[in-house]
């Protein structure tokens, strides 16, 4: 699986996904939803053999790259243990 930046601006960015399925979107959706400077978690899935799957994240304040990369390692901590 690979990750992509398809677009960033100074608060949200939208992910593409290539070869991904929801077993690992989902979990990360879910940790990003939980963070409140998270402003909003939108998953786009068109086509699978046609396009790669999208996340797209907002937030209200900061980084969203670091706060992405902070419910990735708490994702991956989770499903290590």
């Not at 409140?36 to 994240?57: F, G």
Request: charged share 30%.
């Amino acid at each position: 699986m690979q990750t992509y930046v398809i677009e960033k601006t100074k608060t949200s960015v939208r992910l593409g996904f290539k070869d991904a399925n929801l077993t690992l979107i989902t979990p990360l959706m879910k940790e990003l939803n939980a963070d409140p400077n998270v402003a909003l978690v939108r998953y786009i899935d068109e086509h699978p053999e046609l396009k790669d799957r999208v996340l797209y994240v907002e937030v209200k304040k900061g980084d969203v790259m670091k706060v992405i990369d902070k419910a990735a390692k708490a994702v991956s901590e989770y499903y290590s243990n």
